[in-house]
């Protein structure tokens, strides 16, 4: 074969397999499905994603292999929110506003845009070697699935679960529309904290003193509120305050919300603007002044100063206003948790609207009963800790959404502002025997995406109809997902399904962690530290990753800051590694921990092993071209060990997949391939494949060996490395991979009793550490490879001595001894260099191999060069100036630095210790 390059094969290989229908159920064999997590239409790729998709895609090749009928559902989300922000900003570029169109129109360019320009996730998914069944794709705005959205809506109303109310909700002023807590980030920024002084009623030369960080919201106040515990306010309870601005008092209340200990123990309570306010606004039935406009201006409820300003504008003048007044008493710096919309970027704001709510309570119930009773299994068992605490608090769920782009609410009202649900305008009607005169207008809000994709993996077999796929599929088996998922999407999944399926959705949910960079820190725009997978698969050239990673940030400093540690970091860019690499990375590190480090050197590492299996796949190759598969054939006892370390490797592959350890699938398959197979099994097999050195049968066992060995670690490895396994597996021969058209068909490997010898492990382990001994003493040494060493065995016993003759051969050619001799036991023994094997001794005597002197000389020197460039390094980190103007990478990597030399001067004094006893 050629030189591994992954770009030469991995788009060929998804091509082929797609054509052929590989990712289709067999219809044989016990079901195995998962649901995708449908991504965004407007999505692509990021490393979340790769990650996630990964892991399934082991699962699911696994399965199939396994030979269950295995479906890896397909479809994708219509992205309310991020597709109609799209097109309105690809409209806005030509003048034109969506109002100018109007709805319909509108739509149409939505749907104009979806199909020329949404299929970009797929693409990426194809790349990432995602064996999904395309063939049954579905869309959340398709036909079958808003039937069931539908249907799913109607009979909630029905039952009262779904109503419409005045609720707080996260509003988006931009987007002029609520949004759910998935869609709001919050981060910490710096800010400033505002204590004002509200004189007491009935007495204005007294003041409560209260601190705010919005204080344009005192224009909303509806109470003040101290802890019922607090001495010093306790006898203020029931009386009022004047609130500042706006001619109105409040009364103050006393509720356990309230912390004495921050500020002077009084709270501003405003209902309508603040969650928490809400909440204590309840308990205590206070008014709910709303003082905003969907824009986030100000509305006519507040003074008439204040009307029409913009909320930052307000609050500029409602501060200078109230010290105007001498009512201010001091401002401090503060920090605080902005949250911000996830597309529009501005600041959220709790508010008052009229939506639609489903009345989760009776929904909830069931679904902790199902993870209780084990139902559910939540992988791993702590992460079922964050769904509890969600649905045992769980708040009503706000659906509605102020867009166009999505399921339009099936809701109509008349002139007086009635109500009528129905599947259609004309169920609304008859159902409820309108008048046929009887105006009607539809609802304009849509429904939160996550309704529909909480339908997600019975709607897209086909619900509501009783089809053959939603009886042979679900409940599906897995379903695989991040912490933050849980309570947004995981839970609504499991109410709904349970509720309308009447069975959970999935058997099983594997929860992973967040995928940051190398040193623990989130990957974002601001850090400028995200790496974009298909990057790593392709290549990208440093001004183009630059360019990604600076474009649309609004600072200068930023982007500069953010060029210069990437070109620091990628001097060249980012070689093309491929896919197979990337995935067996993320394999690498799909630990159960809430972050996980992803390191790009890992990839380097990866890219090196599917070298090394391409290697050793070349050197099966050149040396069985003439493979006889009839011809008479012994095995030796390194086929024998080779055979029972590849069934124990098995086992401990098959158990980690069973178990979702993908970790431990990789690093088995890792140590066996390098470490057994390539670095012990093939070096072995090259005296075994001489004439002069093996009979004619046990070179054919050997041939055998090889390839079979080959194909089986193939089998093994394809669900985490799919385009370089079958590369290679269609380069063996047919008797020895059989006639099937591909490996991801082929049967996975299941432990063989019946290869398992456990006497040739023993031997082999002797065989192995004889040669490391050596090996290790020639490295000690200094001495060369190639330079023949005597070589004695000393206490041996009866099986040391057997092994050693059986083994001769295959010792001289890995050592290139001078001699191998058995000592007796009362011999007066050379100055030698030793290791034990067991009880026995190693020795390789030194005479005529090293000038004793001059190695303690050489040894000598080097010891002090590490010394003064340890000294150096230990000088920097204990200067405090330079501590304090290095960056931290830095002066982190000079502390490394003395670690490593301290451990190389550590070993370079043992070395000396050593020959010095000679």
């Given amino acids: 074969m050629k030189k591994y390059q992954a770009q030469d094969i991995e788009q060929f290989w998804y091509k082929k397999w797609e054509e052929a229908g590989y990712f289709a159920p067999t219809g044989n064999g016990t079901p195995f499905s998962i649901a995708i997590p449908p991504p965004n239409v407007t999505g692509t790729l990021h490393m979340g994603h790769a990650f996630q998709h990964s892991l399934v895609d082991s699962m699911i090749r696994f399965h199939r292999m396994k030979g269950d009928n295995t479906l890896w559902q397909m479809g994708t989300d219509h992205a309310g929110i991020a597709t109609q922000l799209i097109v309105t900003e690809q409209l806005a570029a030509e003048g034109i506003k969506p109002t100018d169109l109007g709805r319909e129109k509108f739509l149409e360019k939505v749907w104009d845009w979806k199909e020329h320009s949404g299929g970009t996730i797929s693409k990426q998914l194809r790349r990432l070697g995602a064996s999904l069944h395309w063939d049954t794709e579905r869309f959340t705005l398709d036909e079958g699935l808003s039937r069931a959205v539908l249907e799913v809506f109607v009979r909630l109303h029905e039952e009262g679960l779904i109503y419409r109310g005045k609720r707080l909700v996260n509003w988006d002023p931009v987007l002029k529309s609520s949004i759910s807590d998935l869609e709001v980030e919050s981060e910490e920024e710096n800010g400033h904290l505002w204590h004002f002084r509200y004189p007491l009623t009935d007495s204005p030369d007294e003041f409560l003193v209260v601190a705010t960080t919005r204080p344009e919201t005192l224009l909303g106040d509806s109470a003040v509120a101290v802890h019922p515990d607090d001495d010093r306010y306790r ?100 920090k605080l948790v902005i949250p911000r919309g996830e597309r529009s970027g501005v600041p959220v704001e709790p508010y008052l609207s009229d939506q639609w709510f489903v009345k989760v309570g009776p929904l909830a119930d069931p679904a902790i009963k199902a993870v209780e009773d084990g139902e559910i299994e939540f992988i791993p068992k702590q992460a079922e800790n964050i769904y509890f605490a969600w649905m045992r608090d769980i708040k009503d769920w706000c659906i509605s ?82 912490y933050d998922i849980i309570s947004i999407w995981v839970s609504k999944m499991i109410m709904m399904t349970l509720k309308f399926v009447g069975e959970v959705p999935f058997k ?68 093309a590694y491929g896919t197979d690499p990337l995935r067996f990375t993320f394999y690498s590190i799909a630990s159960s921990a809430r972050t996980i480090r992803f390191d790009m050197s890992r990839v380097e590492g990866y890219r090196n092993f599917c070298n090394k299996l391409w290697n050793a796949a070349n050197f099966v190759f050149m040396n069985t071209e003439n493979f006889d598969h009839e011809a008479e054939r012994k095995t030796s006892v390194v086929d024998r060990w080779i055979l029972t370390e590849f069934q124990k490797t098995t086992d401990a592959v098959n158990l980690a997949m069973e178990t979702n350890r993908y970790d431990l699938a990789a690093k088995a398959i890792y140590e066996f391939v390098w470490d057994e197979f390539c670095d012990w099994y093939v070096e072995l097999s090259k005296p075994l494949l001489s004439s002069e050195t093996a009979s ?33 597996w269609q380069q063996l021969p047919v008797s020895i991979r059989g006639s099937n058209s591909t490996i991801m068909l082929q049967p996975y490997p299941e432990r063989n009793d019946q290869l398992v010898d456990e006497n040739s492990l023993a031997d082999v382990a002797w065989l192995k550490q004889v040669v490391t001994a050596t090996r290790n003493i020639r490295g000690e040494m200094d001495i060369s490879l190639a330079k023949p060493i005597p070589v004695l065995f000393h206490h041996t016993d009866a099986s040391d001595r057997v092994r050693l003759e059986e083994n001769r051969d295959l010792l001289t050619f890995l050592i290139n001894p001078e001699e191998l001799k058995l000592t007796d036991d009362n011999e007066v023994l050379p100055i030698s260099s030793t290791y034990l094997v067991g009880n026995m001794q190693v020795l390789v005597p030194m005479a005529g191999l090293i000038d004793k002197a001059a190695e303690l000389a050489r040894l000598d020197k080097e010891i002090i060069r590490k010394e003064r460039e340890r000294d150096r390094a230990d000088g920097k980190i204990n200067n405090q100036n330079f501590v ?12 490394e630095k003395v670690d490593a030399l301290a451990s190389a001067i550590e070993k370079l004094v043992e070395q000396k210790s050593r020959i010095a006893s000679l």
């Fill in 884 to 895: 304090a103007k290095a960056p931290a990478e830095v002066v982190e990597k000079e502390r």
């Fill in 401 to 482: 959404r102020q867009q166009w782009w999505g399921h339009r609410i099936p809701a109509w009202y008349d002139n007086d502002g009635n109500v009528y649900v129905g599947r259609s305008e004309q169920e609304a009607r008859e159902q409820n025997k309108l008048d046929p005169d009887l105006t009607l207008t539809q609802d304009e809000d849509v429904l939160d995406t996550w309704f529909s994709s909480a339908l997600w993996t019975f709607s897209t077999l086909g619900w509501p109809d009783d089809t053959v796929e939603l009886r042979t599929f679900h409940s599906t088996d897995l379903m695989v997902t991040g």
């Fill in 235 to 334: 006898a203020l309870v029931g009386k009022t305050v004047q609130l500042p601005l706006t001619g109105r008092t409040i009364p103050i209340i006393a509720d356990h919300y309230v912390d004495p200990e921050f500020g002077s123990g009084c709270v501003k309570i405003t209902p309508a603007h603040d969650f928490n306010d809400y909440d204590v606004g309840n308990r205590h039935d206070l008014a709910l002044t709303n003082i905003f406009n969907d824009d986030a201006s100000l509305n006519d409820d507040v003074p008439a100063k204040y009307r029409g300003m913009d909320r930052y504008e307000a609050r500029t003048a409602v501060v200078s206003d109230i010290e105007a007044l001498g009512l201010l008493d001091q401002i401090e710096d503060h």
């Fill in 508 to 575: 099983k949910v594997y929860i992973h962690g967040l995928i940051t960079d190398a040193e623990g820190q989130k990957m974002s725009k601001s850090k400028g530290n995200g790496l974009d997978p298909m990057d790593i698969i392709d290549g990208v050239s440093i001004d183009e990753l630059v360019r990604k990673r600076t474009e649309n940030l609004m600072q200068p400093r930023m982007a500069k800051r953010i060029e210069k540690a990437t070109r620091k970091e990628f001097p060249e860019g980012i070689r």
């Fill in 696 to 728: 004619s049968q046990i070179q054919a066992g050997t041939r055998y060996t090889l390839l079979s060995m080959l194909e089986s670690i193939l089998r093994l490895s394809h669900p985490f490395l799919p385009f370089i396994t079958e590369e290679i």
